[in-house]
């Protein structure tokens, strides 16, 4: 089942890693080249000096005989050495998901396109109502978390304590909740 919303991100120009660099802050960064993977990339680590990248060349573009779906897998790849950018989380800005999700065709077409098409599904009419885990909630309705590897819900009814999240050893761990629909049909942002 896909999500409701996911953290939005960007490139942030400011950091970068050229040719012949080496990273100084972990994160995941793009390459400059194209037809390439996003890759983490952290201090410390011998990456070949510099950091190189798999680059796609020629695509296969042949048709499964089994499934009759195309294969987009790469015939001819190649080593290239690159720069990098590092992608960051936009604060408080997230994409709504549609119930086919972002790319319901599964080509690289629509991949290779998602600049163009994402300023769609941006949500930033103003600050999403939030409350910390023990926190009430203020209004009935469902609530999102992002966690750093996943999403995670809970639907919570007005005046009762959002839930903590387990940790480690079983651990609560205390989280920012998001409202994201309110059984009233209200707004899920804050009144300005």
């Not at 011998?46 to 190189?52: F, H, R, S």
């Not at 109502?129 to 926190?135: K, V």
Request: a neutral charge; hydrophobic letters at 30%; one cysteine or more.
């Amino acid at each position: 089942e896909l999500p409701k919303r996911i953290p939005r991100y960007e490139l942030d120009l400011s950091v970068r890693v050229d040719k012949g660099e080496r990273p100084v802050i972990t994160g995941i960064y793009l390459p400059d080249v194209e037809q390439a993977p996003a890759q983490l990339l952290y201090p410390g680590v011998e990456y070949g000096n510099p950091p190189t990248c798999r680059q796609g060349i020629k695509r296969k573009g042949t048709l499964n005989r089994i499934t009759g779906k195309y294969n987009y897998n790469w015939l001819e790849t190649r080593w290239a050495e690159t720069g990098w950018t590092l992608i960051r989380r936009v604060e408080g800005e997230y994409l709504d998901v549609p119930p086919e999700g972002f790319f319901p065709n599964k080509t690289p077409d629509e991949l290779y396109s998602w600049p163009e098409r994402e300023k769609d599904y941006i949500t930033r009419e103003g600050e999403y109502i939030s409350a910390w885990s023990g926190e009430l909630s203020p209004h009935s309705g469902d609530w999102s978390v992002f966690t750093g590897s996943e999403m995670k819900y809970a639907s919570v009814g007005q005046g009762q304590a959002l839930p903590y999240l387990t940790g480690a050893k079983d651990s609560p761990q205390r989280v920012c909740w998001t409202l994201i629909k309110r059984d009233d049909n209200g707004s899920v942002f804050r009144a300005r």
